[in-house]
């Protein structure tokens, strides 16, 4: 074919085009070993010397017009390609969904972190101990043994005779910290952890529940170094105005023992039904390691005082929650456990 046809039949082509593939066959057509313009090229052989510079002039002008064409359709085709997959994939995003629920942590557990933040800040340590614990740190180490009257307050679940039992408190977890510290360290823990004891479900009552323990030991500590560390968790728990007061009690590992007291938090200490108009809500067991309970444990109590104390995570979460069921927090009803959830979000 001439130059002239070959270029009648190109325009011809150009305009037929309709596909990546048939463009392929075009350029096999054109520029394939036996395609036009390669066949063309090898007419060189039959030209005149004088034209030959020209006639490949000319060829290689006709081979890259084609290459141009062929580009720039490809790059129209591929194109056309990518956006016929784009459409086909779109996503309607006008569509409604389906609803994931999303969790949250519970009041309680929002609760203890917040109480395990305030201890930290005062250089304590987070600990734990085992839930099934040997009577001798359940009671023993903590100067209660065996016919004490205070073992039937703590009614308890034994497992495995009357050795092992489910911890009726966290404070065997301050003998294990104790034993650990070998009589020479200072200490600073608390212990957040569940407790069991042979109760029925009430109101005020739950079978499990959750206490968070406290132990500090060091030299020349007093009373006044609790009420201090109580000061600063109530108030951050409660808001600044709140009142910390303490009344005398009885523990058998603690001596004294009081029972740490705060402002209510519904009426502000002027007197309501919550706090039986009294102004003050009882929230704290606690006192001074008692010398035996030190010297059981290996520290000398002539060298080393302490004190201690714990409370229910519940009660604190129901007081600031304003709950008043305790079986909320073991209720795995989401419809109404939803409704405390929001609060803490
Ligand atoms: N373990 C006590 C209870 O369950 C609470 C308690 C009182 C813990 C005084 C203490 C303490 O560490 O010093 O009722």
């Known amino acids: 074919m001439s130059e002239e046809q070959i270029r009648k039949e190109l325009e011809k082509d150009k305009k037929s085009v309709k596909d990546l593939k048939e463009l392929n066959d075009l350029k096999v057509k054109y520029l394939g070993k036996k395609g036009l313009i390669s066949l063309l090229n090898q007419e060189i052989r039959n030209v005149p010397n004088e034209e030959k510079k020209e006639f490949g002039m000319m060829v290689n002008s006709l081979r890259s017009e084609f290459n141009d064409f062929y580009d720039k359709k490809k790059e129209v085709f591929e194109e056309e390609l990518l956006n016929k997959k784009l459409e086909g994939e779109r996503i309607d995003i006008s569509l409604s969904s389906t609803k994931v629920e999303k969790g949250a942590p519970s009041i309680l557990e929002k609760l203890i972190e917040e109480v395990e933040e305030v201890f930290l800040s005062m250089g304590y340590d987070v600990v734990d101990g085992p839930e099934i614990e040997e009577d001798k740190y359940n009671f023993e180490m903590l100067n209660i043994p065996k016919g004490h009257p205070a073992r039937d307050a703590q009614d308890t679940f034994y497992v495995e005779g009357e050795e092992k039992l489910l911890r ?81 009690s009885y523990y058998p590992f603690t001596e004294p023992s009081v029972e740490i007291d705060i402002s209510c938090v519904n009426c502000g200490g ?75 979000l």
């Open 168 to 248: 009726s408190q966290t404070s065997p977890v301050q003998v294990r910290v104790m034993l650990e510290g070998k009589g020479e360290k200072p200490i600073r823990v608390i212990c957040p952890g569940k407790t069991y004891r042979r109760d029925d479900d009430d109101a005020s009552h739950s079978h499990q529940f959750t206490q968070i323990e406290g132990l500090l030991v060091d030299k020349d500590i007093s009373l006044s170094d609790l009420k201090g560390t109580m000061e600063v968790l109530f108030r951050k728990l409660y808001g600044e105005d709140t009142e910390v007061r303490f009344r005398p």
């Open 270 to 344: 002027k007197g309501c039904n919550v706090c039986k108009k009294t102004g003050f809500v009882t929230v704290v067991g606690a006192g001074m390691v008692h010398p035996d309970v030190l010297r059981m444990s290996g520290y000398d109590p002539n060298e080393w005082s302490g004190f201690a104390f714990g409370f229910g995570a519940e009660r604190l979460a129901m007081i600031k929650y304003d709950i008043n069921d305790i079986r909320v927090f073991y209720n795995t009803d989401l419809r109404e456990v939803k409704e405390f959830d929001r609060e803490v």
